[in-house]
């Protein structure tokens, strides 16, 4: 299996504990995604818990939707939580979710380590996965604020 490691960060104006109320919620997860990926989220229990099931529904190429269900593995309330997938289009994915106090706001650190199922044969669709993940971070990195600011809107 070739593991690989994609990284991602992203600074925002707002304090850290709204960040991580925010993220630590997944019903939030849709507004983060692009609409091509027709990303469904399943019933949501509340803020990430170690042991949480998340089941989601996304396209993964045209015409093809899978089923993606993980796991909260690791979370250490207001600093990070991890994820991780236990079936779906990945052989391997954990995903943590880093949030850091800095002047001005929060920084977002997302570091993910993924694997293709079928290795070597899928190696030919390596630039394609990592196309598609720079895209959503892209994605996020554009959605992020306004999200964030109707967010707490919501909460005055």
Not at 50 to 55: D, E, H, M, R, S
Not at 104 to 107: K, L, V
């Given at each position: 299996m070739q593991l690989h490691r994609f990284y991602f960060s992203q600074t925002v104006s707002w304090p850290t504990d709204l960040v991580w109320r925010f993220f630590s919620n997944a019903a939030n997860l849709p507004v983060l995604t692009p609409p091509e990926a027709q990303f469904e989220s399943g019933e949501v229990d509340g803020p990430v818990y170690?042991?949480?099931?998340?089941?989601h529904r996304v396209r993964v190429l045209p015409g093809i939707k899978l089923t993606w269900v993980t796991e909260i593995l690791h979370v250490e309330p207001g600093r990070y939580f991890v994820d991780g997938q236990e079936s779906g289009p990945f052989?391997?994915?954990?995903?943590?979710?880093e949030f850091v106090e800095v002047p001005?706001?929060?920084?977002v650190r997302d570091t993910v380590h993924w694997a293709l199922p079928l290795d070597p044969f899928s190696r030919v669709a390596l630039p394609l996965v990592r196309a598609q993940l720079k895209s959503l971070f892209s994605y996020r990195e554009q959605a992020l604020p306004g999200a964030l600011a109707q967010f707490t809107a919501g909460r005055e």
């Open positions: 170690p042991g949480q099931i998340l089941t052989r391997f994915w954990r995903h943590r979710h001005g706001g929060t920084e």
